[in-house]
């Protein structure tokens, strides 16, 4: 072999060990620029050919090498002595120490508490699941750091998910063309956690439950109703609830997320514009008739009660005392859309002076017996409502 194929085949099989790998974990992970862009097929791609580029690239090294080692200059040696480091330390970092399903590990042991054995704060920000008079709560720190918990509430398998970089806390059925799917952690896109589905390894957007690669991309997983609220407010309303508790194996990890649902992150332009809206502003995400739209949440929080219409459908978003806890509802009832205002017992209607208590029900006057329609919302990041809904009207 001349010297010139022998190097020509060095630097194709050091690129072929190297280079798939480094791009997809650029891009799997928040790198500076790499989540900004359209790349999510490309990293699906890469990931099916890195095993396959390790292995060629390993066959096409190994004359090389073994040329350079016994017989070569000590530039070559030193050259191969490189390669060798930078593809261990990349096969270190992209395969064990930084795999994001081994950066947030899944809980290992799925236990709960009733309201008396509880060991929780119930100052905890959670996310609720209530299915065949079962009523679970998550607090947010643990499902954030665990990214997703799958679990059953009744006869119902659930699978709760929560994402810190762009705060998006949804849960879903897990059941997928009839069967019910494992899912994995695989990285992020756009800010978003991204998972797989055991059958058939496609990829689908935590934020959305959509399935955007893969063979089932254009499908979504169907939504399970929650609410996020604090878990004192939890138990206030489901007595009876089951609250997920810590597993002491993440007691560190946990830590890192000790403020999460407490504190807006601020950068430098927040600080010097208190008002403004910024990326990181937290809002209130709702989806109606085929219209997206955004709540600055600071704005509702110091409003206690807003009314508002999104489509066609009046809606109302009330927030209890702790400023912590909201719900959103829909404010037609009968035919006749009522208007809210905020009560020290929970909430009135202006137009009959009703009662309703955080379950959207009413409890005193002419309604008494009557409830509002629940509507599905969620607290997070402007940045991730408008980029997985889009176009979305942003209040005020």
């Not at 208190?274 to 110091?302: C, E, F, Q, R, T």
Request: with cysteine.
């Amino acid at each position: 072999m001349t010297a010139k194929l022998r190097k020509r085949l060095f630097w194709i099989g050091a690129i072929g060990l190297i280079l798939p790998a480094l791009l997809q974990a650029y891009l799997l992970m928040p790198f500076p620029g790499s989540q900004d862009l359209e790349a999510i097929k490309l990293t699906y791609y890469l990931e099916k050919i890195i095993l396959p580029s390790r292995i060629i690239g390993l066959l096409l090294l190994a004359y090389p090498v073994w040329s350079y080692v016994t017989q070569g200059t000590v530039k070559q040696k030193i050259l191969v002595g490189v390669i060798v480091l930078l593809a261990g330390g990349l096969y270190y970092f992209t395969d064990m120490a930084y795999r994001a399903e081994v950066m947030f590990k899944e809980p290992e042991k799925i236990q709960f508490a009733t309201q008396k054995d509880n060991k929780i704060p119930d100052s905890l920000l959670v996310m609720t699941v209530v299915n065949g008079g079962v009523a679970k709560a998550y607090p947010v720190k643990f499902v954030g750091y665990h990214h997703k918990i799958q679990d059953n509430v009744g006869d119902k398998a659930v699978l709760v998910t929560y994402c810190t970089m762009c705060r998006t806390g949804l849960v879903f059925d897990p059941i997928v063309d009839g069967k019910k799917q494992t899912f994995r952690l695989v990285g992020a896109r756009h800010y978003n956690a991204v998972i797989e589905d055991a059958d058939t390894k496609s990829w689908w957007y935590q934020a959305t439950g959509d399935a955007v690669v893969g063979k089932q991309a254009g499908k979504q997983l169907t939504i399970v109703p929650s609410e996020q609220i604090t878990l004192k407010s939890f138990f206030d309303k489901y007595p009876e609830g089951l609250v997920f508790q810590a597993d002491d194996n993440f007691t560190e990890e946990y830590d890192v997320l000790k403020n999460y649902d407490r504190h807006q992150r601020k950068d430098a332009d927040s600080l010097k514009n208190p008002d403004k809206v910024w990326d990181k502003s937290w809002v209130i995400g709702v989806s109606l008739d085929n219209k997206n739209k955004a709540y600055i949440w600071n704005n509702v929080v110091k409003l206690t009660t807003l009314n508002d219409k999104i489509g066609n459908t009046p809606i109302a978003i009330v927030v209890e005392p702790d400023n912590h806890s909201y719900h959103v509802f829909t404010r037609t009832v009968d035919g006749k859309i009522l208007n809210f205002v905020q009560d020290p017992s929970g909430f009135r209607d202006r137009e009959t002076n009703s009662l309703w208590n955080w379950k959207g029900e009413s409890i005193d006057g002419e309604l008494k017996g009557k409830t509002l329609k629940t509507v599905q919302s969620y607290q997070e990041y402007l940045r991730a409502w408008k980029q997985f809904h889009q176009p979305t009207e942003i209040w005020p």
